[in-house]
Nanobody
Framework: QVQLVESGGGLVQPGGSLRLSCAAS????????MGWYRQAPGKQRELVAT???????NSADSVRGRFTISRDNARNTVYLQMNSLKPEDTAVYYC???????????????WGQGTQVTVSS
């Protein structure tokens, strides 16, 4: 079984910054793509940013230039540095990981429980 635990969410004023962390645990052989998704009230879940095991990143147009995704492979952790936050960034942010569990040869997709980010004055 895999656990993805997010942290770092909270209440911040517009223009402020937050740094989200997601630590994966379990009998993990290798983590491939990791990413952040978000779901605002009344809206569908959407991609924020992803990062592959090779370090390639992809970000939504709405956050590009403001958010930066990174990962620490030694700690099985992915981060999302969020700067210049806007009220429309308010959402529950979910961590996602595509990984391989030992001794399985299959890649599987996993989700964290989410962390609330609220941007408001």
């Amino acid at each position: 079984q895999v656990q993805l635990v997010e942290s770092g969410g909270g209440l911040v004023q517009p223009g402020g910054s937050l740094r989200l962390s997601c630590a994966a645990s379990g009998n993990i052989f290798r983590i491939y793509t990791m990413g952040w998704y978000r779901q605002a009230p009344g809206k569908q879940r959407e991609l924020v940013a992803t990062i592959t095991n090779g370090g390639n990143t992809n970000s939504a147009d709405s956050v590009r230039g403001r958010f930066t995704i990174s990962r620490d492979n030694a700690r099985n952790t992915v981060y999302l540095q969020m700067n210049s936050l806007k009220p429309e960034d308010t959402a529950v942010y979910y961590c996602n990981a595509n990984l391989q569990l030992y001794p399985s040869t299959l890649k599987t997709n996993h989700w964290g429980q989410g962390t609330q980010v609220t941007v408001s004055s």
